[in-house]
């Protein structure tokens, strides 16, 4: 009989999302009238359609599949030159940072690659991660085997978790002992959160004293409004020797169902061996991407390509201003409801601490059962998620006004149980 990977047997429970998704499944068949007005803000998936440019942009790039003349087969593993010059000159080159066509390598998702990138980093890194955090950095470390067996907060042992809390804005600080890699995602998924500057900058200097690298997931990037928040972790000198930095189309572009990301992966950042030897790891990125797989489709490139005409951008644009006033009409309703928000400025989440006492999965029980919204609870993405929820701005206008509207309903419940 063939042997399993156990490291898969440490997780815990299921990945949330599913876990969600089946909470769900359950009190809409056990309640259909409330599941027919039952509205989701709890996973991060977009809502409105592509926009226009890119869908022309893959009409014609299957057009092109029909005929001798301009079929494509095979593309390069790493993407098409003509997406990664289009990355490179218009993210990095256009803002004065220092990237080359050749460090960047289109990928079906950022999600994915944060997994990835583990292929080409050894088993004897210390990982430290915040707290809440995406689970994904978690999960795919457990899978790996970098982890010790689940606690009973659910954390794992053997990883360091660096606490977000309120009283540090939800940024971690960087940490008195020795990581190897750390995992930062800003503007931050679920808390909502921004570093500014000077903290990434105190990152990078970590990392340069410890010989860290930073993996930096950027994935909503273009969400931030505010001119000081940097939009990339190549915007603090230093950072090329030290980060690798993860993007997607799938919030700004809405491809979460298309599947089109990116991962900057500079010439300049080492790793070591266990003799003490400093090796590269572009060329071993790149020889991951040449051996693993078959790159992403020609259309779905070009459809990529697209979002960065003059046309592509005011679409983009659109999409992310209709995303963020959901988030202001959620924000503003969430604290008139009396409840303590945070997010929802410079990132399409909000992150909304519970009250009297409530735990985050009954917040969630509470929010299906008495108003038919769909929350994610905190605890899902932490043990410093505890007494949070998210709510997603990623829904239909009409949705956001009336989940707003139900917030309202959710104080005036509140007010009933106090008197």
């Given at each position: 009989?063939?042997?399993?990977?156990?490291?898969?047997?440490?997780?815990?429970?299921?990945?949330?999302?599913?876990?969600?998704?089946?909470?769900?499944?359950?009190?809409?068949?056990?309640?259909?009238?409330?599941?027919?007005?039952?509205?989701?803000?709890?996973?991060?998936?977009?809502?409105?359609?592509?926009?226009?440019?890119?869908?022309?942009?893959?009409?014609?790039?299957?057009?092109?599949?029909?005929?001798?003349?301009?079929?494509?087969?095979?593309?390069?593993?790493?993407?098409?030159?003509?997406?990664?010059?289009?990355?490179?000159?218009?993210?990095?080159?256009?803002?004065?940072?220092?990237?080359?066509?050749?460090?960047?390598?289109?990928?079906?998702?950022?999600?994915?690659?944060?997994?990835?990138?583990?292929?080409?980093?050894?088993?004897?890194?210390?990982?430290?991660?915040?707290?809440?955090?995406?689970?994904?950095?978690?999960?795919?470390?457990?899978?790996?085997?970098?982890?010790?067996?689940?606690?009973?907060?659910?954390?794992?042992?053997?990883?360091?978790?660096?606490?977000?809390?309120?009283?540090?804005?939800?940024?971690?600080?960087?940490?008195?002992?020795?990581?190897?890699?750390?995992?930062?995602?800003?503007?931050?998924?679920?808390?909502?959160?921004?570093?500014?500057?000077?903290?990434?900058?105190?990152?990078?200097?970590?990392?340069?004293?410890?010989?860290?690298?930073?993996?930096?997931?950027?994935?909503?990037?273009?969400?931030?409004?505010?001119?000081?928040?940097?939009?990339?972790?190549?915007?603090?000198?230093?950072?090329?020797?030290?980060?690798?930095?993860?993007?997607?189309?799938?919030?700004?572009?809405?491809?979460?169902?298309?599947?089109?990301?990116?991962?900057?992966?500079?010439?300049?950042?080492?790793?070591?061996?266990?003799?003490?030897?400093?090796?590269?790891?572009?060329?071993?990125?790149?020889?991951?991407?040449?051996?693993?797989?078959?790159?992403?489709?020609?259309?779905v490139q070009r459809g990529a390509e697209a979002l960065?005409?003059?046309?592509?951008?005011?679409?983009?644009?659109?999409?992310?201003?209709?995303?963020?006033?959901?988030?202001?009409?959620?924000?503003?309703?969430?604290?008139?409801?009396?409840?303590?928000?945070?997010?929802?400025?410079?990132?399409?989440?909000?992150?909304?601490?519970?009250?009297?006492?409530?735990?985050?999965?009954?917040?969630?029980?509470?929010?299906?059962?008495?108003?038919?919204?769909?929350?994610?609870?905190?605890?899902?993405?932490?043990?410093?998620?505890?007494?949070?929820?998210?709510?997603?701005?990623?829904?239909?206008?009409?949705?956001?006004?009336?989940?707003?509207?139900?917030?309202?309903?959710?104080?005036?419940?509140?007010?009933?149980?106090?008197?």
């Amino acid at each position: 009989m063939a042997y399993l990977n156990e490291n898969y047997l440490k997780l815990q429970a299921g990945y949330l999302f599913p876990e969600v998704a089946r909470r769900v499944r359950k009190f809409c068949e056990a309640n259909p009238k409330a599941a027919e007005r039952l509205i989701r803000c709890g996973i991060g998936d977009v809502t409105e359609p592509l926009p226009p440019a890119a869908v022309e942009a893959m009409k014609q790039a299957v057009e092109e599949l029909g005929h001798h003349e301009t079929f494509h087969g095979y593309g390069p593993e790493q993407g098409y030159e003509f997406l990664r010059s289009a990355i490179a000159q218009n993210d990095y080159r256009g803002r004065k940072i220092d990237i080359a066509d050749d460090e960047i390598f289109i990928s079906d998702g950022s999600k994915c690659d944060c997994g990835y990138i583990l292929d080409i980093l050894g088993d004897q890194n210390k990982v430290a991660v915040p707290d809440p955090v995406y689970p994904v950095y978690v999960d795919t470390n457990v899978m790996a085997g970098h982890s010790g067996s689940a606690r009973q907060d659910a954390s794992y042992e053997g990883i360091v978790y660096l606490p977000c809390t309120a009283e540090n804005q939800f940024v971690p600080e960087p940490p008195k002992e020795h990581i190897d890699l750390v995992y930062l995602c800003f503007p931050n998924n679920p808390t909502g959160a921004a570093a500014s500057r000077e903290q990434l900058a105190l990152w990078v200097e970590y990392a340069h004293a410890h010989e860290a690298i930073l993996l930096f997931d950027a994935a909503y990037e273009a969400y931030i409004s505010d001119p000081r928040i940097p939009h990339s972790i190549f915007e603090i000198p230093g950072a090329r020797d030290c980060a690798v930095e993860f993007r997607s189309f799938s919030k700004n572009g809405g491809f979460t169902g298309v599947r089109c990301g990116f991962t900057v992966m500079p010439k300049s950042l080492f790793a070591r061996t266990e003799s003490g030897r400093r090796s590269l790891l572009h060329p071993l990125w790149y020889r991951r991407w040449s051996t693993k797989a078959n790159g992403v489709s020609y259309p779905v490139q070009r459809g990529a390509e697209a979002l960065y005409s003059s046309e592509g951008r005011e679409q983009v644009r659109a999409l992310i201003d209709h995303y963020m006033t959901n988030a202001k009409i959620l924000r503003n309703a969430a604290a008139d409801a009396g409840l303590t928000v945070f997010g929802g400025v410079n990132a399409p989440y909000i992150w909304v601490e519970t009250s009297d006492g409530v735990t985050s999965w009954q917040m969630f029980d509470r929010m299906l059962s008495e108003l038919n919204v769909v929350i994610t609870p905190g605890a899902g993405f932490g043990a410093q998620g505890e007494g949070y929820f998210r709510i997603s701005a990623f829904n239909s206008r009409d949705n956001a006004e009336e989940v707003a509207r139900r917030l309202k309903k959710l104080y005036s419940l509140r007010y009933a149980r106090r008197r």
